[in-house]
């Protein structure tokens, strides 16, 4: 489908709330699983994808009934962002994951690497092709970065982490052109994890991401931002990126940032001046369903740095965590918002 041609066209970032019915919310609110929890599921396993079909298709309804313009699947159908492509990868042991350590003494379980990554066979096609069948919106999907995966894995076989950056890159971009065949208007890469260890970043992270985009024609995305609201709180989150300039040399049409939550100063985005913005307008660490008028003044502030026809409005991050009355209701108001600033620009 095209994209859409009127100004602050609206999207989301990925994830929107997976139903009670279908996950265990409150195991899942424990945590951002890098391995496979499958516990997480309620329904058996006989039946668990006709029930992921059921909850996407509400997801996709609710996406287009609050307005949005550039709608996903809700990624409903994940664990995590990362895990569920992660796994599926030749070259790791799930069965043994390892165990680290994280800069806050948290233990966490990750995925192995102890073999020659590859991609097995597609992990994403059938989401990409089941909601190119149920929308006729434009349509983005979303995929793990290889630099994210890389930092999220405990590497026991390349010689460092930048080789395994670029092979996973190799195995991301594989399945990034099939989705691509599928239908996909836009792609987007998930790439949080450039902050946490920025030196490295700057080394090879534009690289990886640029391999992982080789050969799409379509517009294609990267995600950064500070953790899902739910798991790290606004007053712990900084309000700059460490990395985020660096963005500028990636082949990535579109750069997707938080700036509500964190009330980031959007003076940075001076150095992207050769991308569209995805915008962060709505504040995920607020409960309250923000006012269409709230959100339209974050428009508005972005239109200072960004020129109208550079602006995606999005939420700062995954919806995931989320209740999903106020996830649904926090992008009606940003669709409105959208509509009004429309009107004042147009």
Not at 141 to 163: C, H, R, V, W
Not at 216 to 223: D, E, N, Q, R
Request: one cysteine or more; aromatic letters at 6%.
């Amino acid at each position: 489908m095209p994209l859409p041609k009127h100004l602050l066209p609206t999207t989301v970032v990925g994830s929107y709330p997976q139903p009670d019915w279908l996950v265990d919310r409150e195991m899942l609110s424990k945590s951002v699983p890098r391995t496979r929890m499958t516990e997480i599921w309620r329904i058996p396993q006989a039946y668990l994808e006709q029930a992921q079909d059921d909850a996407t298709v509400v997801a996709i309804r609710d996406l287009e009934r609050a307005g949005i313009d550039i709608v996903t699947d809700g990624e409903i159908r994940r664990e995590s962002y990362s895990n569920r492509f992660a796994t599926a990868l030749e070259g790791i042991d799930i069965e043994n994951p390892a165990m680290i350590v994280s800069r806050s003494g948290q233990k966490t379980p990750v995925p192995r690497i102890v073999g020659k990554i590859s991609r097995k066979g597609p992990v994403e096609l059938r989401d990409m092709e089941f909601l190119r069948r149920n929308t006729d919106h434009a349509a983005k999907i979303t995929l793990p970065g290889p630099f994210t995966m890389s930092q999220q894995a405990k590497n026991e076989f390349y010689k460092d982490d930048e080789e395994l950056a670029m092979a996973l890159a190799a195995a991301v971009n594989a399945e990034a052109l099939e989705l691509q065949k599928a239908g996909a208007d836009v792609i987007q890469l998930d790439e949080p994890w450039v902050r946490q260890d920025p030196a490295a970043a700057k080394r090879y992270a534009v690289k990886a991401i640029n391999r992982a985009l080789q050969g799409i024609t379509v517009p294609t995305a990267v995600h950064v931002c500070f953790g899902y609201a739910a798991v790290v709180p606004g007053e712990t989150k900084p309000t700059g990126y460490s990395f985020l300039a660096e963005l500028a040399d990636s082949t990535a049409e579109q750069i997707s940032i938080e700036a509500a939550q964190p009330r980031l100063d959007l003076g940075v985005l001076a150095d992207l001046s050769s991308k569209t913005i995805m915008l962060g307008v709505i504040d995920l660490g607020d409960p309250n369903i923000e006012t269409a008028s709230v959100i339209a003044n974050r428009i508005r502030h972005g239109l200072k740095y960004v020129n109208a026809n550079r602006l995606i409005p999005a939420p700062d991050c995954g919806m995931k965590y989320m209740p999903r009355h106020i996830a649904f209701g926090k992008l009606k108001a940003m669709c409105d918002a959208a509509a009004i600033v429309r009107k004042e620009i147009s």
